[in-house]
């Protein structure tokens, strides 16, 4: 049978998060306080970076794009899910799912560089301390930004045009919530070899390449504060890099789960793991960097409109 003989599919039914449709409002309710929950906690970490002096710092501005970030991939996926729970639907158009799947790809890409470089961050405060404003100099904040927002830009792109322009005229139930590119290559009708090597590669280059540079650098650092004269020194120091450890931790352990994976394997056991860092994890990660910082603590409270000063 040839491709132009068969039906193309105009819209993809998408698995709901929640299987019990008597406890609907429930869910509505849970998924409606994470999104504000994170919406809140995200814009609060960027504006406390823009207004608050004692966070103009390297550390901050690279924690403010991490946020940016999990803004736009929560909003990839929430306000449609919401709209299929109120709407008791669970449909998505081709080119709604396609821009999902680009928008998605590129902040969980782009998170994946941004964390290697927030470690390397913490590798230059922690082991080269006498150069580290010089070596994280304005100019150099911004480039390293540029070029992590560009090369997740282009690999999302690359990944997207190849899912696009793929075959897809039978099955439409995507095994997941949301448009990710392995449920939607099971779905395919046409040869997906030359996107499942881009995947593999994206693995290989970005996901083992920034996780290889991660434990490089913090190899160094553990080796720099086992040298580090008493243990309140030491704890000052690896204090500075326990927020980002946790978030590496959540982040890598979901993302490594779901896309380590060939297309054969079974999906409906992804849909936890999907839910972790497509819904917790940008809840989670403005909270893992405040609740133990003194200086956002600070910044809070010099920017709640109903805080007292005395």
């Not at 998408?14 to 906690?41: K, M, R, T, W």
Request: glycine share 6%; charged share 10%.
């Amino acid at each position: 049978m040839h491709p132009r003989n068969l039906t193309k599919v105009s819209e993809f039914i998408l698995e709901g998060v929640f299987d019990n449709p008597h406890l609907q409002g429930l869910y509505i309710a849970i998924s409606l306080c994470l999104y504000l929950a994170a919406i809140l906690s995200n814009f609060f970490v960027i504006i406390a970076t823009l207004a608050h002096p004692p966070l103009h710092t390297p550390m901050y501005f690279f924690i403010s794009n991490l946020a940016i970030l999990d803004l736009v991939g929560i909003s990839s996926v929430l306000p449609k899910m919401l709209e299929n729970l109120i709407l008791g639907k669970n449909t998505i158009s081709f080119e709604g799912c396609v821009a999902q799947l680009y928008t998605f790809t590129f902040s969980g890409s782009t998170e994946l560089i941004l964390l290697t470089v927030m470690s390397y961050d913490r590798y230059l405060a922690i082991c080269q301390p006498l150069h580290y404003v010089a070596m994280m100099s304005k100019g150099t904040c911004i480039s390293l930004m540029a070029g992590v927002w560009g090369i997740g830009t282009v690999n999302s792109l690359i990944n997207t045009l190849l899912v696009a322009q793929l075959d897809f005229c039978g099955p439409n139930l995507v095994q997941n919530f949301l448009c990710e590119i392995p449920p939607l290559l099971a779905l395919s009708c046409s040869s997906t070899y030359l996107s499942e090597i881009m995947v593999y590669m994206a693995d290989i280059i970005l996901g083992m390449g920034n996780f290889l540079l991660l434990i490089l650098s913090y190899c160094l650092i553990i080796i720099t504060i086992l040298k580090i004269q008493g243990s309140a020194g030491k704890w000052k120091a690896f204090s500075t890099c326990s927020s980002h450890l946790a978030i590496v931790g959540l982040f890598y352990s979901t993302i490594i789960y779901t896309y380590i994976q060939p297309t054969s394997a079974p999906l409906k056991k992804n849909k936890t793991v999907s839910i972790m860092y497509t819904l917790v994890t940008p809840t989670l990660n403005p909270l893992i960097y405040s609740l133990r910082n003194k200086v956002i603590k600070v910044a809070f409270w010099k920017i709640v409109p109903f805080h007292k000063t005395y």
